[in-house]
Protein backbone atom coordinates (compact mmCIF):
# COMPACT_ATOMS: atom_id res chain seq x y z
CA UNK A 1 0.00 0.00 0.00
CA UNK A 2 1.07 3.59 -1.09
CA UNK A 3 2.75 5.42 2.31
CA UNK A 4 0.15 8.40 0.95
CA UNK A 5 -2.55 6.30 1.87
CA UNK A 6 -1.61 5.35 5.41
CA UNK A 7 -4.21 6.36 8.04
CA UNK A 8 -0.83 7.39 10.30
CA UNK A 9 -0.24 10.54 8.94
CA UNK A 10 -4.35 11.56 9.12
CA UNK A 11 -4.52 11.68 12.89
CA UNK A 12 -7.74 9.86 12.45
CA UNK A 13 -6.72 7.25 14.99
CA UNK A 14 -5.43 9.43 17.84
CA UNK A 15 -9.22 10.46 17.90
CA UNK A 16 -10.32 8.96 21.73
CA UNK A 17 -13.86 8.51 20.62
CA UNK A 18 -12.52 6.23 17.81
CA UNK A 19 -10.84 4.12 20.33
CA UNK A 20 -13.85 4.44 22.77
CA UNK A 21 -16.27 2.45 19.85
CA UNK A 22 -13.54 -0.34 19.59
CA UNK A 23 -12.94 -0.89 23.03
CA UNK A 24 -17.10 -1.27 23.51
CA UNK A 25 -17.02 -3.85 20.65
CA UNK A 26 -14.32 -5.87 21.98
CA UNK A 27 -16.45 -6.41 24.67
CA UNK A 28 -15.29 -4.48 27.62
CA UNK A 29 -15.76 -1.48 29.55
CA UNK A 30 -11.67 -0.87 29.14
CA UNK A 31 -9.24 -3.13 27.24
CA UNK A 32 -8.43 -5.04 30.15
CA UNK A 33 -12.33 -6.10 30.30
CA UNK A 34 -12.63 -7.07 27.11
CA UNK A 35 -14.42 -10.40 26.33
CA UNK A 36 -12.80 -10.70 22.72
CA UNK A 37 -10.04 -13.43 23.03
CA UNK A 38 -8.03 -11.44 20.45
CA UNK A 39 -7.11 -8.75 17.95
CA UNK A 40 -5.49 -9.01 14.19
CA UNK A 41 -5.12 -7.34 11.19
CA UNK A 42 -7.65 -7.53 8.76
CA UNK A 43 -7.22 -8.78 5.21
CA UNK A 44 -3.34 -9.11 5.16
CA UNK A 45 -1.25 -8.98 2.38
CA UNK A 46 -0.63 -13.02 1.21
CA UNK A 47 3.37 -12.70 2.08
CA UNK A 48 2.38 -11.90 5.86
CA UNK A 49 0.85 -14.11 8.66
CA UNK A 50 -1.68 -13.11 11.15
CA UNK A 51 -0.43 -12.22 14.76
CA UNK A 52 -2.98 -12.67 17.28
CA UNK A 53 -2.68 -10.09 19.91
CA UNK A 54 -4.74 -9.72 23.16
CA UNK A 55 -6.88 -6.84 23.47
CA UNK A 56 -4.76 -4.60 25.47
CA UNK A 57 -2.33 -4.68 22.56
CA UNK A 58 -4.71 -2.20 20.28
CA UNK A 59 -2.67 0.51 20.59
CA UNK A 60 -0.25 -1.21 18.50
CA UNK A 61 -2.74 -1.73 15.92
CA UNK A 62 -3.90 2.40 15.95
CA UNK A 63 -0.43 3.32 16.13
CA UNK A 64 1.01 1.74 13.28
CA UNK A 65 -2.67 2.31 11.01
CA UNK A 66 -3.88 -0.66 10.78
CA UNK A 67 -7.21 -2.46 9.23
CA UNK A 68 -7.98 -3.97 13.12
CA UNK A 69 -10.52 -7.44 13.55
CA UNK A 70 -11.43 -9.51 16.22
CA UNK A 71 -11.76 -13.08 16.54
CA UNK A 72 -15.41 -14.17 16.48
CA UNK A 73 -14.01 -16.23 19.65
CA UNK A 74 -15.42 -14.69 22.76
CA UNK A 75 -14.90 -15.46 26.57
CA UNK A 76 -18.18 -14.93 27.49
CA UNK A 77 -20.99 -15.40 24.62
CA UNK A 78 -21.36 -16.91 21.11
CA UNK A 79 -20.63 -13.82 18.70
CA UNK A 80 -22.90 -14.35 15.72
CA UNK A 81 -21.88 -12.40 12.00
CA UNK A 82 -23.89 -12.83 9.18
CA UNK A 83 -22.31 -11.43 6.12
CA UNK A 84 -23.81 -10.11 2.78
CA UNK A 85 -21.86 -8.66 0.30
CA UNK A 86 -21.24 -8.24 -2.99
CA UNK A 87 -18.97 -10.13 -5.07
CA UNK A 88 -17.76 -9.76 -8.55
CA UNK A 89 -14.91 -12.02 -10.29
CA UNK A 90 -14.59 -9.92 -13.43
CA UNK A 91 -14.26 -6.28 -11.68
CA UNK A 92 -13.12 -6.78 -8.23
CA UNK A 93 -13.18 -2.85 -8.15
CA UNK A 94 -16.76 -2.34 -8.61
CA UNK A 95 -17.79 -2.27 -5.14
CA UNK A 96 -15.67 -0.05 -4.20
CA UNK A 97 -16.07 2.17 -7.96
CA UNK A 98 -19.77 2.43 -7.57
CA UNK A 99 -21.01 1.75 -4.35
CA UNK A 100 -24.22 3.61 -4.38
CA UNK A 101 -25.09 0.58 -7.27
CA UNK A 102 -23.26 -1.93 -5.12
CA UNK A 103 -25.18 -1.32 -2.05
CA UNK A 104 -28.64 -0.56 -3.80
CA UNK A 105 -28.37 -4.21 -5.31
CA UNK A 106 -28.09 -5.71 -1.84
CA UNK A 107 -31.56 -3.79 -0.84
CA UNK A 108 -34.07 -6.41 -1.27
CA UNK A 109 -31.66 -9.12 0.92
CA UNK A 110 -30.90 -6.26 3.37
CA UNK A 111 -34.60 -5.83 4.16
CA UNK A 112 -35.13 -9.68 3.71
CA UNK A 113 -32.36 -10.08 6.81
CA UNK A 114 -34.03 -7.29 8.84
CA UNK A 115 -37.58 -8.49 8.75
CA UNK A 116 -36.54 -11.95 9.18
CA UNK A 117 -34.46 -11.20 12.29
CA UNK A 118 -37.54 -9.18 13.44
CA UNK A 119 -40.37 -11.93 13.64
CA UNK A 120 -37.78 -13.42 16.67
CA UNK A 121 -37.30 -9.85 18.17
CA UNK A 122 -33.77 -10.34 17.37
CA UNK A 123 -32.12 -6.81 17.35
CA UNK A 124 -28.38 -7.20 15.22
CA UNK A 125 -25.74 -4.44 14.83
CA UNK A 126 -25.89 -3.68 11.42
CA UNK A 127 -22.56 -2.76 10.30
CA UNK A 128 -21.22 -1.46 6.81
CA UNK A 129 -18.04 -2.48 5.38
CA UNK A 130 -16.89 -1.73 1.75
CA UNK A 131 -18.56 -4.29 0.11
CA UNK A 132 -21.64 -4.69 1.99
CA UNK A 133 -23.37 -5.62 5.72
CA UNK A 134 -22.63 -7.08 8.41
CA UNK A 135 -25.20 -8.31 11.28
CA UNK A 136 -23.87 -9.20 14.55
CA UNK A 137 -25.63 -10.53 17.77
CA UNK A 138 -24.43 -12.30 20.85
CA UNK A 139 -25.66 -15.37 23.01
CA UNK A 140 -24.44 -15.27 26.19
CA UNK A 141 -22.71 -18.42 27.48
CA UNK A 142 -25.11 -19.19 30.27
CA UNK A 143 -28.29 -19.14 28.38
CA UNK A 144 -30.78 -21.52 27.58
CA UNK A 145 -30.05 -20.73 23.86
CA UNK A 146 -26.64 -21.81 24.46
CA UNK A 147 -27.27 -24.60 25.52
CA UNK A 148 -29.91 -25.47 23.04
CA UNK A 149 -27.01 -25.13 20.85
CA UNK A 150 -24.33 -27.01 22.50
CA UNK A 151 -26.89 -29.80 22.20
CA UNK A 152 -27.14 -29.82 18.47
CA UNK A 153 -23.60 -29.03 17.52
CA UNK A 154 -21.63 -31.89 16.06
CA UNK A 155 -17.74 -31.45 17.26
CA UNK A 156 -15.33 -33.99 16.07
CA UNK A 157 -12.49 -35.85 18.15
CA UNK A 158 -10.23 -34.17 15.62
CA UNK A 159 -11.96 -30.51 15.46
CA UNK A 160 -11.67 -31.08 19.17
CA UNK A 161 -7.95 -31.74 19.49
CA UNK A 162 -7.20 -28.85 17.09
CA UNK A 163 -8.56 -26.94 19.77
CA UNK A 164 -6.26 -28.02 22.44
CA UNK A 165 -2.96 -27.32 19.96
CA UNK A 166 -4.46 -23.69 18.70
CA UNK A 167 -4.72 -21.51 21.41
CA UNK A 168 -5.22 -17.64 22.10
CA UNK A 169 -2.43 -15.34 22.35
CA UNK A 170 -2.74 -15.92 26.25
CA UNK A 171 -2.77 -19.53 26.10
CA UNK A 172 -6.80 -19.88 26.01
CA UNK A 173 -8.34 -22.56 24.63
CA UNK A 174 -12.09 -22.98 23.21
CA UNK A 175 -13.46 -25.51 25.64
CA UNK A 176 -16.06 -28.29 25.05
CA UNK A 177 -19.51 -26.72 25.48
CA UNK A 178 -18.42 -23.46 23.14
CA UNK A 179 -17.20 -25.43 20.27
CA UNK A 180 -20.57 -27.87 20.27
CA UNK A 181 -22.13 -24.46 20.07
CA UNK A 182 -20.58 -22.80 17.43
CA UNK A 183 -21.08 -25.98 15.72
CA UNK A 184 -24.74 -25.58 16.37
CA UNK A 185 -24.84 -21.92 15.51
CA UNK A 186 -23.64 -23.00 11.86
CA UNK A 187 -26.69 -25.16 11.03
CA UNK A 188 -29.29 -22.50 12.86
CA UNK A 189 -27.40 -20.05 10.49
CA UNK A 190 -27.58 -22.41 7.25
CA UNK A 191 -31.37 -22.21 7.96
CA UNK A 192 -31.51 -18.77 8.69
CA UNK A 193 -29.51 -17.94 5.08
CA UNK A 194 -32.14 -20.61 3.22
CA UNK A 195 -35.16 -17.98 4.75
CA UNK A 196 -33.21 -15.34 3.14
CA UNK A 197 -32.58 -16.62 -0.04
CA UNK A 198 -36.19 -17.60 -0.10
CA UNK A 199 -37.53 -13.90 0.66
CA UNK A 200 -34.52 -12.19 -1.55
CA UNK A 201 -33.91 -14.14 -4.27
CA UNK A 202 -36.91 -13.85 -6.61
CA UNK A 203 -36.91 -9.47 -5.69
CA UNK A 204 -32.95 -9.68 -6.18
CA UNK A 205 -31.60 -8.00 -9.94
CA UNK A 206 -28.61 -9.99 -9.31
CA UNK A 207 -27.72 -14.15 -8.12
CA UNK A 208 -28.30 -14.82 -5.02
CA UNK A 209 -26.52 -17.60 -3.21
CA UNK A 210 -24.89 -18.92 -0.02
CA UNK A 211 -21.26 -18.20 -0.60
CA UNK A 212 -19.12 -16.24 -3.16
CA UNK A 213 -19.80 -18.71 -6.18
CA UNK A 214 -18.89 -18.03 -9.80
CA UNK A 215 -22.16 -16.80 -11.66
CA UNK A 216 -23.25 -16.17 -15.16
CA UNK A 217 -22.10 -13.18 -16.68
CA UNK A 218 -24.85 -10.18 -15.82
CA UNK A 219 -25.01 -6.45 -16.25
CA UNK A 220 -21.05 -6.18 -15.09
CA UNK A 221 -19.61 -9.34 -15.74
CA UNK A 222 -19.63 -12.47 -13.35
CA UNK A 223 -21.55 -10.32 -10.37
CA UNK A 224 -23.50 -11.81 -7.18
CA UNK A 225 -24.53 -11.29 -3.80
CA UNK A 226 -23.36 -13.51 -1.38
CA UNK A 227 -25.24 -14.54 1.70
CA UNK A 228 -21.96 -15.18 3.19
CA UNK A 229 -22.12 -17.83 6.10
CA UNK A 230 -18.53 -19.30 5.58
CA UNK A 231 -17.42 -18.58 8.60
CA UNK A 232 -18.85 -21.27 9.94
CA UNK A 233 -16.46 -23.52 7.59
CA UNK A 234 -13.97 -23.02 9.46
CA UNK A 235 -12.49 -23.30 13.70
CA UNK A 236 -13.78 -20.53 15.44
CA UNK A 237 -10.32 -19.68 16.36
CA UNK A 238 -9.59 -18.30 12.93
CA UNK A 239 -12.79 -16.40 12.03
CA UNK A 240 -12.84 -13.03 13.21
CA UNK A 241 -14.64 -9.40 12.29
CA UNK A 242 -13.46 -6.22 11.82
CA UNK A 243 -13.74 -3.74 14.73
CA UNK A 244 -16.24 -0.74 13.59
CA UNK A 245 -14.59 2.77 12.66
CA UNK A 246 -11.60 0.48 11.66
CA UNK A 247 -9.69 1.89 8.28
CA UNK A 248 -10.86 -0.96 5.51
CA UNK A 249 -7.86 -1.50 3.81
CA UNK A 250 -9.05 -4.62 1.50
CA UNK A 251 -9.01 -2.69 -1.62
CA UNK A 252 -5.36 -1.72 -1.13
CA UNK A 253 -4.04 -4.94 0.11
CA UNK A 254 -5.38 -7.76 -1.99
CA UNK A 255 -3.74 -7.85 -5.44
CA UNK A 256 -5.48 -7.08 -8.60
CA UNK A 257 -8.02 -5.13 -6.49
CA UNK A 258 -7.06 -1.61 -7.95
CA UNK A 259 -4.75 -0.43 -10.55
CA UNK A 260 -2.03 2.29 -9.74
CA UNK A 261 -3.93 5.14 -10.47
CA UNK A 262 -7.39 3.98 -8.80
CA UNK A 263 -4.93 3.23 -5.49
CA UNK A 264 -3.70 6.77 -4.97
CA UNK A 265 -7.06 8.30 -5.50
CA UNK A 266 -9.35 6.41 -3.60
CA UNK A 267 -9.93 8.06 -0.77
CA UNK A 268 -10.01 5.86 2.58
CA UNK A 269 -13.60 3.59 3.48
CA UNK A 270 -14.22 3.29 7.11
CA UNK A 271 -16.16 0.40 8.73
CA UNK A 272 -19.47 2.16 10.07
CA UNK A 273 -22.55 1.31 12.10
CA UNK A 274 -25.67 1.66 9.96
CA UNK A 275 -27.37 3.26 12.83
CA UNK A 276 -31.05 3.56 10.61
CA UNK A 277 -29.49 6.07 7.99
CA UNK A 278 -30.25 6.67 4.33
CA UNK A 279 -27.59 4.03 2.62
CA UNK A 280 -26.20 6.82 0.35
CA UNK A 281 -25.81 9.23 3.19
CA UNK A 282 -24.02 6.23 5.02
CA UNK A 283 -21.53 5.42 2.10
CA UNK A 284 -20.50 9.06 1.91
CA UNK A 285 -19.57 9.08 5.94
CA UNK A 286 -17.96 5.69 5.44
CA UNK A 287 -15.47 7.45 3.24
CA UNK A 288 -15.13 10.50 4.92
CA UNK A 289 -12.77 10.08 7.87
CA UNK A 290 -14.00 13.61 9.58
CA UNK A 291 -17.63 12.40 9.49
CA UNK A 292 -17.00 8.87 10.66
CA UNK A 293 -15.57 10.31 13.53
CA UNK A 294 -18.27 12.11 13.79
CA UNK A 295 -20.25 9.48 13.81
CA UNK A 296 -18.22 7.59 16.83
CA UNK A 297 -19.41 10.43 18.91
CA UNK A 298 -23.04 9.28 19.04
CA UNK A 299 -22.96 5.58 18.05
CA UNK A 300 -22.91 2.44 20.45
CA UNK A 301 -21.62 -0.54 18.90
CA UNK A 302 -21.70 -3.05 21.86
CA UNK A 303 -22.59 -5.85 20.74
CA UNK A 304 -26.31 -7.03 21.47
CA UNK A 305 -27.02 -10.13 23.29
CA UNK A 306 -30.05 -11.55 22.26
CA UNK A 307 -29.97 -14.62 23.86
CA UNK A 308 -33.67 -14.18 25.22
CA UNK A 309 -34.88 -14.22 21.87
CA UNK A 310 -32.73 -17.17 19.82
CA UNK A 311 -34.22 -19.82 21.34
CA UNK A 312 -37.67 -19.63 19.42
CA UNK A 313 -35.51 -19.61 16.09
CA UNK A 314 -33.59 -22.46 17.12
CA UNK A 315 -36.42 -24.72 17.61
CA UNK A 316 -38.13 -23.84 13.75
CA UNK A 317 -34.59 -24.78 12.83
CA UNK A 318 -35.51 -28.12 14.35
CA UNK A 319 -38.32 -28.84 12.91
CA UNK A 320 -37.34 -27.83 9.62
CA UNK A 321 -36.78 -29.91 6.55
CA UNK A 322 -32.86 -28.55 6.19
CA UNK A 323 -32.47 -30.22 9.98
CA UNK A 324 -33.67 -33.39 8.74
CA UNK A 325 -31.19 -33.14 6.00
CA UNK A 326 -28.68 -32.16 8.58
CA UNK A 327 -29.41 -35.80 10.16
CA UNK A 328 -29.12 -38.03 7.32
CA UNK A 329 -25.80 -36.13 6.54
CA UNK A 330 -24.00 -36.93 10.04
CA UNK A 331 -25.41 -40.29 9.78
CA UNK A 332 -22.53 -41.37 7.82
CA UNK A 333 -18.80 -40.52 8.07
CA UNK A 334 -15.67 -40.25 6.21
CA UNK A 335 -14.03 -43.33 5.54
CA UNK A 336 -11.02 -43.83 7.60
CA UNK A 337 -7.62 -42.46 5.77
CA UNK A 338 -6.01 -45.58 5.67
CA UNK A 339 -8.87 -47.00 3.40
CA UNK A 340 -8.65 -44.22 1.11
CA UNK A 341 -6.69 -45.83 -1.84
CA UNK A 342 -9.68 -48.57 -1.32
CA UNK A 343 -12.12 -46.01 -1.00
CA UNK A 344 -12.41 -42.53 -2.77
CA UNK A 345 -9.48 -43.31 -4.58
CA UNK A 346 -10.99 -45.48 -6.85
CA UNK A 347 -13.51 -43.34 -8.31
CA UNK A 348 -14.20 -43.73 -11.56
CA UNK A 349 -13.26 -40.56 -13.71
CA UNK A 350 -15.04 -42.65 -16.61
CA UNK A 351 -18.18 -41.92 -15.27
CA UNK A 352 -17.70 -38.05 -14.89
CA UNK A 353 -17.48 -35.33 -17.11
CA UNK A 354 -14.02 -33.26 -17.93
CA UNK A 355 -15.12 -30.27 -15.97
CA UNK A 356 -16.00 -32.87 -13.10
CA UNK A 357 -12.55 -34.59 -13.61
CA UNK A 358 -10.43 -31.85 -14.21
CA UNK A 359 -11.55 -30.14 -10.60
CA UNK A 360 -10.49 -33.57 -8.92
CA UNK A 361 -7.27 -33.91 -10.32
CA UNK A 362 -6.36 -30.02 -10.09
CA UNK A 363 -7.88 -29.47 -6.62
CA UNK A 364 -5.73 -26.75 -5.46
CA UNK A 365 -6.61 -24.31 -6.48
CA UNK A 366 -10.63 -25.45 -7.95
CA UNK A 367 -11.82 -27.18 -5.05
CA UNK A 368 -10.82 -24.16 -2.48
CA UNK A 369 -13.44 -22.15 -4.70
CA UNK A 370 -17.18 -22.73 -3.83
CA UNK A 371 -18.22 -23.26 -7.68
CA UNK A 372 -15.98 -25.87 -8.07
CA UNK A 373 -16.66 -27.93 -5.34
CA UNK A 374 -20.83 -26.95 -5.94
CA UNK A 375 -19.88 -28.40 -9.45
CA UNK A 376 -18.73 -31.45 -7.96
CA UNK A 377 -21.45 -31.73 -5.50
CA UNK A 378 -23.84 -32.00 -7.81
CA UNK A 379 -22.60 -34.13 -10.10
CA UNK A 380 -21.60 -37.24 -7.61
CA UNK A 381 -25.09 -36.51 -6.29
CA UNK A 382 -26.42 -37.37 -9.55
CA UNK A 383 -24.52 -40.21 -9.18
CA UNK A 384 -25.92 -41.63 -6.25
CA UNK A 385 -22.97 -40.53 -3.64
CA UNK A 386 -24.15 -39.76 0.06
CA UNK A 387 -23.63 -36.32 0.43
CA UNK A 388 -20.99 -37.27 3.43
CA UNK A 389 -19.08 -39.43 1.45
CA UNK A 390 -18.94 -36.48 -1.10
CA UNK A 391 -17.26 -34.57 1.72
CA UNK A 392 -15.05 -37.24 2.19
CA UNK A 393 -13.55 -37.31 -0.88
CA UNK A 394 -13.15 -33.58 -0.80
CA UNK A 395 -11.49 -34.00 2.57
CA UNK A 396 -8.96 -36.62 0.73
CA UNK A 397 -7.89 -34.33 -1.67
CA UNK A 398 -7.04 -31.66 0.65
CA UNK A 399 -4.96 -33.34 3.40
CA UNK A 400 -3.32 -35.53 0.32
CA UNK A 401 0.23 -33.19 -1.10
CA UNK A 402 -1.11 -30.64 -3.99
CA UNK A 403 1.12 -27.67 -2.84
CA UNK A 404 -1.71 -26.74 0.28
CA UNK A 405 1.63 -25.59 1.79
CA UNK A 406 0.59 -24.47 5.54
CA UNK A 407 -2.68 -24.34 4.72
CA UNK A 408 -4.45 -26.85 6.05
CA UNK A 409 -2.10 -26.54 9.42
CA UNK A 410 -4.45 -23.35 9.57
CA UNK A 411 -7.64 -24.59 9.04
CA UNK A 412 -9.40 -27.69 9.45
CA UNK A 413 -9.91 -29.92 6.12
CA UNK A 414 -12.61 -31.90 7.60
CA UNK A 415 -14.93 -29.46 9.11
CA UNK A 416 -14.56 -26.97 5.72
CA UNK A 417 -15.82 -30.25 3.44
CA UNK A 418 -18.41 -31.42 5.21
CA UNK A 419 -19.84 -27.44 5.50
CA UNK A 420 -19.49 -27.01 1.82
CA UNK A 421 -20.90 -29.93 0.79
CA UNK A 422 -23.51 -29.65 3.29
CA UNK A 423 -24.73 -26.49 2.09
CA UNK A 424 -24.92 -26.63 -1.14
CA UNK A 425 -26.59 -30.43 -1.58
CA UNK A 426 -28.60 -28.90 1.49
CA UNK A 427 -30.12 -26.73 -1.02
CA UNK A 428 -31.06 -29.16 -3.02
CA UNK A 429 -32.75 -31.16 -0.77
CA UNK A 430 -35.11 -28.66 0.30
CA UNK A 431 -35.58 -27.49 -3.55
CA UNK A 432 -33.83 -24.02 -2.96
CA UNK A 433 -31.46 -24.90 -5.45
CA UNK A 434 -33.21 -25.60 -8.79
CA UNK A 435 -30.33 -26.58 -10.73
CA UNK A 436 -31.15 -24.43 -13.58
CA UNK A 437 -27.51 -23.33 -14.05
CA UNK A 438 -26.03 -26.93 -14.10
CA UNK A 439 -25.75 -26.58 -17.72
CA UNK A 440 -22.73 -26.90 -19.77
CA UNK A 441 -23.75 -23.31 -21.45
CA UNK A 442 -23.73 -21.80 -17.70
CA UNK A 443 -20.61 -23.77 -16.58
CA UNK A 444 -18.93 -22.13 -19.20
CA UNK A 445 -19.81 -18.73 -18.05
CA UNK A 446 -18.43 -19.30 -15.17
CA UNK A 447 -15.45 -20.33 -16.19
CA UNK A 448 -15.19 -24.30 -15.12
CA UNK A 449 -15.59 -25.76 -18.55
CA UNK A 450 -12.21 -27.49 -19.13
CA UNK A 451 -12.93 -29.52 -22.24
CA UNK A 452 -11.33 -27.81 -25.32
CA UNK A 453 -12.83 -30.51 -27.60
CA UNK A 454 -16.37 -29.44 -26.10
CA UNK A 455 -17.40 -32.78 -26.26
CA UNK A 456 -19.11 -33.60 -22.98
CA UNK A 457 -22.69 -32.97 -21.71
CA UNK A 458 -24.05 -32.31 -18.23
CA UNK A 459 -27.44 -32.88 -19.36
CA UNK A 460 -27.49 -36.50 -17.97
CA UNK A 461 -26.24 -35.71 -14.96
CA UNK A 462 -29.14 -33.30 -14.58
CA UNK A 463 -31.91 -35.41 -15.69
CA UNK A 464 -30.76 -37.84 -12.60
CA UNK A 465 -30.45 -35.33 -10.35
CA UNK A 466 -33.83 -33.49 -10.62
CA UNK A 467 -35.44 -37.52 -11.26
CA UNK A 468 -33.58 -38.06 -7.72
CA UNK A 469 -35.28 -34.97 -6.13
CA UNK A 470 -38.38 -35.77 -7.12
CA UNK A 471 -37.90 -39.14 -5.76
Partial sequence: MEEKKNIKSSGYYRNKKIRDRMVEFLGGTTLSTS????????????????????????????????????????????IIDLDIEYVNYDFPAEAYLDPIRTFSLQHPVHNAVEEILLQY????????????HHFTWRIKKKSQAFDLLKNIGRVSQDLLNYYKSNRGPEGEEVDVSLGKAFSGIALVMEYVAHLIKRKAGPLSKLPLELAAVEVTPQERGREMISIDITEYGDPLTT?????????????????????????????????????????????????????????????????????????????????????DFHTRFYSLEHHHPETWPNTYDRLSMKDLPPCIQYILMHPNDLLQKPGGIRLVVRSLLALDWHPRHIAGLIRSKYERDYGWGHHWYTYDASLRAD?????????????????????????????????????????????NLLKRKKS
Fill in 35 to 78: SAVYITRCDIPASDQYEKRPPVDLDFYLNNGLDICRSLWDRDSL
Fill in 121 to 132: NIIALNLLSGRG
Fill in 419 to 463: FYVRVFAGQIEVGLDNLNDFNCTSTKGMHYCFDNNQSCTLDTLRA
Fill in 239 to 323: RMIRLPFSVYLKPWYKYGILNESTRGNMPFIFMIPRNNLEINHAIRIMRDEKKAASLAITSAVRIPDQSDFMSALIAEYQQSDLA
